[in-house]
């Protein structure tokens, strides 16, 4: 898993309460992204980071913030869940020398009843 | 037209067949390919990458890249029980700077019957 570490590995939430994942890694890695896949639609950007500070959202980031205040740390926040994020979150870095490749942690499972 | 297009299958296959999996893309701007494993309930697993067009070899697992078709394939030879996955095709352009985003296909589903 390219010492990325996902928590939780599982949540089941309620519509409505804030929630939020952190991915950690533990190389120091500049860039870090946050998927999430669906059944249909496969693996889609929500955000991604090229530093710490320095986020900018993807193609799904509608009802997602994020921060990165450590290097290390990258959490999604999900302000208001709705089950229409009910989904498997995926946390990603790129290694340095080869930002066009990612690795990929080991996911986040979210109920949104 | 979708950027990336992927046979979504399944497509099941004996033990010792070859596999071939296959991708369609639209932006002749995409230079690095990747193909990534992802077992059910885990994340996706980097397993070739490859740079413009040409082949590539590791193992039983062959990725080939024909940029003037935008074409890619991955060939897996003498193909296991333990190849059952989700095969996942990406790509990216050269565009560099703060933007290393990559375009998915949406996967094949692929068992290898014992």
Redesign the interface.
Known sequence: ?AGITQSPRHKVTETGTPVTLRCHQTENHR?MYWYRQDP????R?IH?S?GVK?T?K?EVSDGYSVSRSKTEDFLLTLESATSSQTSVY?CAI?PPG??????????TRLLVL | QKEVEQDPGPLSVPEGAIVSLNCTYSNSAF??F?W?RQYS??????LM?TYSSGNKEDGRFTAQVDKSSKYISLFIRDSQPSDSATY?C?M?D?S?G?????T????TLLTVNP
């Open positions: 898993d860039y249909g639609h496969g693996l950007l991604y090229y320095d900018d993807g995926f790129s080869m930002e066009e490749t990612q690795y990929f942690g080991p996911g | 230079q690095y990747m990534y309930r885990k994340g996706p697993e980097l990458y996942l990406a990216s050269d560099g703060s933007n290393y985003k990559l998915f296909g949406k996967g």
